[in-house]
T-cell receptor
């Protein structure tokens, strides 16, 4: 069965520190991959996407993600976290038009 | 990306009643999607709505419970019928991206529904 796994339910990081959120997928073929962010009380905002080509993808708000086929992973990173990055982050995958979402990772930023 | 609005933003409803949620997009889009996000959970696709055809429902969701309309290329509604407390969720609509890729989706702000 196709699935997306985010192993970390909750991550706490200090402001200014680096952040990495893990995402693994299980699909027959390499799916298209996405990261979304959901701030409290808000809808989902697309951070970045990977369809093909360069495996290091740049997104909005200073985020980047690296696709690793050998590890079936698409991890999200940010070099220096801001307090406004506190939110829920969802990894998603698709090999048709349907998105499958991971369970999400809640990021808390401490001062 | 498209600008998507939803009405209402939140509502508290009594069990046994129905609520219709509206989704409006500022540009014409081919596909619109409805998702449910139960408390503390991830998103689950309810159905896909294309203009001019009946909605396509995912496993576990039926038209009698979640009727959907798609009268034109910028608007859709989702009705949650005969509600029970288990229907308390955030309901989000999304649209396919301007690139034409249906899986590059943009989301509305969501409708937070509480059923008492």
């Amino acid at each position: 069965a196709q699935s997306v796994t985010q192993p970390d339910i909750h991550i706490t990081v200090s402001e200014g520190a680096s952040l990495e959120l893990r995402c693994n997928y299980s699909y027959g073929a390499t799916p298209y991959l996405f990261w979304y962010v959901q701030s409290p009380g808000q809808g989902l905002q697309l951070l970045l996407k990977y369809f093909s080509g360069d495996t290091l993808v740049q997104g909005i708000k200073g985020f980047e993600a690296e696709f690793k086929r050998s590890q079936s992973s698409f991890n999200l990173r940010k070099p220096s976290v801001h307090w406004s990055d506190a939110a829920e982050y969802f990894c998603a995958a698709s090999n048709d038009y349907k998105l499958s979402f991971g369970a999400g990772t809640t990021v808390t930023v401490r001062a | 990306s498209a600008v998507i609005s939803q009405k209402p933003s939140r509502d508290i409803c009594q069990r046994g009643t129905s609520l219709t949620i509206q989704c409006q997009v500022d540009s014409q889009v081919t596909m619109m999607f409805w998702y449910r996000q139960q408390p503390g959970q991830s998103l689950t696709l309810i159905a896909t709505a294309n203009q001019g055809s009946e909605a396509t429902y995912e496993s576990g969701f039926v038209i009698d419970k979640f009727p959907i309309s798609r009268p034109n290329l910028t608007f859709s509604t989702l009705t949650v019928s005969n509600m029970s407390p288990e229907d308390s969720s955030i309901y989000l609509c999304s649209v396919d991206g301007v690139s034409g890729r249906a899986d590059e989706q943009y989301f509305g702000p969501g409708t937070r529904l509480t059923v008492t």
